[in-house]
């Protein structure tokens, strides 16, 4: 719309020196409008990435007040199972090593040896 009435002005003013104008081409226009677009989708983007980082934050506050609730109606008992599965879970990654080897505490593993 507004490219299409910039060259009707100017056809019309060059017809007055007598000058006739086949093709007009408006690139700044274009460009400048582009831009403008694209900084309309950065400020967009730059929203919406603000509303996610807000959703974000409220749902580890949330999970931080269920945690805080279930520690203190479970007790030690929580806080003792997580211990739990943490040790299993070091066991687990420690089995799968070749070079980790197992010798249980207070039990004599090398036998017939000189103490």
């Known amino acids: 719309i507004v490219s299409q009435k910039v ?3 100017l056809t019309e ?3 007055q020196f007598g000058l006739i104008l086949d ?3 408006i690139t700044h226009l274009q460009v400048a409008q582009q831009e403008a677009e694209k900084a309309r989708f950065l400020v ?3 929203e919406q990435q603000k509303k996610a980082a807000i959703i974000t934050a409220e749902g580890d506050a ?3 007040v269920l945690l805080a609730k279930s520690f203190g109606s479970a007790g030690e008992g929580l806080v003792e ?3 739990i599965e943490a040790a299993e879970d070091i066991a687990y990654q420690l089995s799968k ?3 980790i080897t197992y010798l249980p505490q207070g039990q004599n593993v090398l036998l017939n040896l000189p103490t």
């Open 7 to 9: 060259s009707e002005s």
């Open 13 to 15: 003013r060059a017809g």
């Open 23 to 25: 093709d007009i081409s």
């Open 44 to 46: 967009e983007k730059a």
């Open 62 to 64: 949330q999970a931080a």
């Open 81 to 83: 199972l997580r211990r």
């Open 97 to 99: 090593s070749r070079n």
